[in-house]
């Protein structure tokens, strides 16, 4: 039952990508306005990895654990990055820039890394019995809404069928119910230690999604405005961590 109800939870907080990427869908998100949702949801995440990911890793097991979760979270978004760009110039001929293929499926593979482990964490928290804070479900749907506008413009603006672009989504969000299931039963008794290592992970891939691919579109689509947006996306995730 703890797990079903961690799944039913995981499946609600990585939503949001769906419906983000059903309103880009709708209405091709200008340029500017989609910067600055991109913006925003930097500053999001950038609050998540200092608050809820890192700073929670350390608490738990210290800070080598957290370093080595870090460190291979950075590794495993950067290799599977470069992997799309490799598959991307071989299938779809040189794109770059802004809402590239390329960006769209980076932001993909960032939310999947990010997702994923945040969804086995608030399983292992269901668990322990500490039920989900409704803070850090509405930080999480928030940092996730960007992701699925962002990536599904990128994809959409060089072709890619809007079926495709759902199914895609879709498997994520499926993919954080299962991780959360898995955590809120199989992974309950691995202990703090595994429960630190996941923490970092996701917090090294999303800093290395973030400076490769978040925040330089971000600042392409909007301009120097991006800055403020971060910066109040920062100040929103960290006022709803603090009401955990």
Do not use: C, K
Not at 177 to 193: D, F, H, P, R, T
Request: proline share 4%.
């Amino acid at each position: 039952m703890v797990g079903l109800q961690a799944a039913a939870w995981g499946a609600i907080a990585a939503s949001s990508l769906v419906i983000g990427a059903l309103i880009a869908l709708a209405r091709p998100v200008p340029r500017r306005p989609l910067g600055l949702v991109m913006a925003f949801g930097a500053g999001v995440l950038l609050s998540s990895v200092a608050f809820e990911l890192v700073e929670v890793s350390v608490d738990l097991a210290g800070q080598i654990p957290m370093a080595i979760g870090l460190a291979i979270g950075a590794v495993t978004f950067y290799l599977g990055d470069r992997a799309i760009d490799q598959l991307g110039a071989a299938g779809m001929g040189s794109v770059s820039g802004p809402s590239s293929p390329e960006s769209g499926l980076a932001i993909v593979l960032g939310a999947a890394l990010d997702g994923v482990p945040e969804s086995i964490v608030l399983g292992l928290t269901f668990a322990q019995g500490e039920g989900v804070g409704i803070a850090f479900l509405v930080a999480v749907f928030l940092s996730n809404l960007p992701e699925g506008i962002a990536g599904t413009a990128g994809l959409a603006s060089t072709g890619w069928d809007r079926s495709r672009i759902l199914r895609l989504w879709v498997i994520v969000v499926g993919a954080s119910a299962i991780a959360a299931l898995l955590g809120g039963s199989v992974l309950a008794e691995a202990g703090g230690l595994l429960h630190a290592f996941i923490l970092a992970f996701a917090g090294g891939a999303i800093l290395t999604m973030l400076t490769d691919t978040l925040i330089p579109e971000a600042y392409e689509n909007a301009g120097r405005s991006a800055g403020l947006l971060a910066t109040l996306g920062f100040g929103v995730a960290f006022v709803l961590s603090l009401l955990d």
